[in-house]
């Protein structure tokens, strides 16, 4: 499904839309190891016709299944974009895709969608990484055989 905007109703007045998207259906070529695309992107639209244009401003908001880049744990971020706004030409090189009287405007929510996607997600701004594996055995008889310091021989007395 996409989202598209019917042409001879903007000639008289601007359109409101509302709804969603699945971000499996605006993305579907997107595959990224620490981030996937699965709930709906919900959207708040306004388009407007500048004579061989339209105006889209609104915002967009969705939720990301990601893993955290250092940790590996699994966590949810939650997207938005308030100040949604594009100018796409009807015509030329980069014109918005035309069928008919319809207009898909699918193309320009992907990319700001894709461009708000974090490049290394992470679980927490104080994310300190993978926990580190305990001591090898050979370490720890090593530390039990050689007191820590001077003083660990008196805190063997016993008075």
């Known amino acids: ?33 620490l981030m996937r695309l699965s709930h709906p992107v919900e959207y708040e639209l306004t388009v407007d016709r500048q004579s061989e244009s339209l105006l889209v ?18 966590f949810v971020l939650s997207l938005q974009v308030d100040e949604f706004s594009v100018l796409s ?10 069928d008919g009287d319809f207009a898909d405007l699918t193309p320009a929510v992907r990319e700001d969608i894709l461009l708000s996607l974090p490049t290394n997600p992470l679980c927490g701004p104080d994310c300190r990484g993978l926990k580190p594996k305990g001591q090898s055995r050979e370490l720890q008889v090593r530390e039990q055989a050689e007191p820590n310091s001077a003083w660990s021989a008196l805190d063997n007395l016993k008075l």
């Open 89 to 98: 030409p009807l015509e030329g090189e980069e014109a918005l895709s035309v």
């Open 57 to 74: 401003t609104g915002s967009l908001r969705t939720h990301v299944d990601c893993e955290c880049s250092r940790c590996h744990k699994s």
């Open 1 to 33: 499904m996409s989202l598209k905007v019917n042409l001879r109703l903007l000639e008289k007045e601007s359109i409101q839309l509302d709804g969603d998207i699945l971000g499996s259906e605006l993305a579907p070529d997107f595959h990224d190891e």
